[in-house]
């Protein structure tokens, strides 16, 4: 049976949707991700674009609000920030939550690139956190994707 996650921030715009697109992407054989924020706003266009260069679309995605999964059971609920980690300190519906904190890349500032680059960095830091904290898990890492 695969594991269900649930990734959270505040507005899942841009973190919790890369988070759920990597760990689809990697790991989907074993576990089913979604992702959620504690207000809903829009997936950020440059979080679509960064993923679309390693290969993972998640253009179909759409931001949702917390409610959405009321009632939901999930193996693992992670926060990725720090106000929806405050937001939510209990997750009835999760049997462990974690907090793996990530650099809001909405916020950045400069042009067009250097925001860019912080959206990569952000996303190369997700997929290596959660590689290692899966790992620790036992759910291994599909290599070569």
């Known amino acids: 049976m695969k594991k269900r996650i649930l990734f959270l ?14 760990a689809n992407h990697f790991w989907g054989n074993q576990m089913e991700a979604f992702s959620a924020g504690t207000r809903a706003s829009f997936v950020n266009p440059m979080a679509l674009e960064v993923m679309k260069e390693i290969g993972i ?4 995605y759409r931001s949702k609000n917390l409610s959405e999964f009321d009632g939901q059971n999930f193996d693992y609920v992670i926060t990725l920030c720090g106000d929806a ?11 462990k ?7 809001d890349p909405a916020k950045a500032n400069g ?14 830091e997700i997929k ?3 590689a290692d904290f899966f790992e620790a898990q036992n759910i291994d890492f599909i290599r070569g994707q």
């Open 9 to 22: 921030c505040t507005a899942n715009s841009s973190r919790s949707q890369m988070a759920e697109g990597i």
């Open 57 to 60: 679309d998640i253009s179909g």
């Open 85 to 95: 980690n405050e937001a939510c300190p209990l997750y009835i519906g999760g049997t």
């Open 97 to 103: 939550k974690i907090h793996i904190g990530f650099d």
């Open 111 to 124: 042009t067009q690139e250097e925001r860019l680059n912080k959206f990569r960095r952000v996303r190369d």
């Open 128 to 130: 290596e956190k959660l």
